[in-house]
Structure formats: C-alpha cells, structure tokens
C-alpha cells in the first residue's frame, strides 16, 4: 500500500500482514485511486476529514496528502490504532491527524473525546466534516443504521460528501432520511456508495470496473 497523489505520494504505509487476519482489510491502492479521482482535487483541497472504520488509515491520509485541511481517524483496534499513528508519522500529518479510539458498532458518539470545547449553551457542539469515510465490516448490513446514525448525531453538513464502503455485492438503500445516493462504484468485490443531502437521487450512475 502505499500513498496515490500528492505532497506524501508514493510513501509507503505500514499494513497488518497477518496479524489483522479478516479484521483488517485495506482498500486495494487501484479502488482507492479510482474513489479519490471520481471526487476530484477541488474537493478535497482544504476539506475537514472524517474516517470511520479507519483500519490502516490509508483514506484519510490519502486525503491529506491531496489537500485536506485536516482529518479525524476513528478504530477500535488496537492494531489498526497502531498502524494508524505509525502511517501518520510516515507521511509527516501528525499536525493535522486527530486519532480517536472508539467502537462505532456500538455509537458514533466519538467526538465527545475529540477535547472540543463546549458552545455557548454549555453542551459540545458536534464537528461537521466535509468528506466522511465509512469501511465497516463487509457484509454486515450496517449501511441504514450508521448513515442514520452520522445524521443523528449531526456530523453529515449541508454540503457533505459520505463515502461507503462494502461488499460490491451488498445492496445499501439509496435514501436515508435525507442523505440520499447519487453515485455507486464497483471495482472488484470492493463497493463504493455516494451520498450527499437533498440531492437528486441516482440515475443509472453504476459502474463497474
């Protein structure tokens, strides 16, 4: 693995190996590459980063390395958390990687430990991001509840993009409440599902590669 673009391009990140078994399982660097170009540099040039799932932390630093003003990287496993901050150090983002150790198959409610600082009201004001990446297990059927879930807790903004990544053979729903599909990927068995808020839904926007 290693990164596509940009200021880190061709660094080289650490993987699992065998010690992630079926736990820890990276993006292939061509789907990667094929995501990042269907998203294009102007969009990602200065955008807030949200990576959920994050494994070896490949997409938030993929985004860095093109632009990104500044990523939160969000696991559970204490492999994955190391890989993450040695990958980070790797590519010289520690200035603007956020880690967050979290089991997001139980909540999303990680930004609580983000050290955010507390609104006017006296509560903690959620972060909106502008790209969120979401690589749970495949085949789990955890699409509707976690998209419900970046709604609920307010981290999806007017103009967020949400990246979801699952079996290519697994149907997610092309709405959820607002945030709704207007773009599907395959590359292999790798799935990639596109969603922003109130946009039109998708039309015939399936590719398979």
């Not at 650490?14 to 292939?28: D, E, K, L, M, Q």
């Not at 003003?69 to 958390?81: F, G, T």
């Not at 150090?89 to 990680?110: I, P």
């Not at 599907?184 to 039309?203: C, Q, V």
Request: hydrophobic residues 45%.
């Amino acid at each position: 693995m290693r990164i596509i673009a940009g200021s880190a391009r061709g660094r080289k990140l650490f993987t699992p190996g065998s010690r992630g078994g079926a736990s820890i399982r990276p993006t292939a660097d061509r789907a990667r590459e094929a995501l990042f170009n269907i998203l294009g540099w102007e969009f990602i040039e200065g955008a807030a980063v949200l990576d959920l799932f994050a494994g070896t932390g490949a997409f938030a630093l993929e985004a860095l390395s093109r632009g990104a003003r500044e990523a939160v990287l969000v696991d559970n496993s204490s492999i994955s958390l190391d890989l993450i901050r040695k990958n980070i150090a790797v590519c010289g983002f520690s200035a603007k990687a956020h880690v967050v150790r979290h089991d997001l198959l139980k909540s999303l409610f990680f930004w609580r430990k983000l050290g955010l600082e507390r609104s006017s009201t006296g509560g903690l004001q959620a972060p909106v991001f502008d790209l969120i990446f979401l690589d749970p297990p495949y085949r789990q059927g955890q699409g509707e509840r976690l998209l419900s879930a970046l709604l609920a807790e307010g981290l999806v903004g007017e103009r967020t993009t949400v990246v979801f990544e699952d079996d290519s053979a697994e149907s997610l729903p092309e709405a959820v409440s607002v945030l709704l599909c207007y773009d599907r990927r395959s590359y292999g068995d790798t799935g990639f599902w596109l969603y922003e808020k109130g946009i039109a839904g998708p039309d015939d926007k399936e590719i398979h590669a």
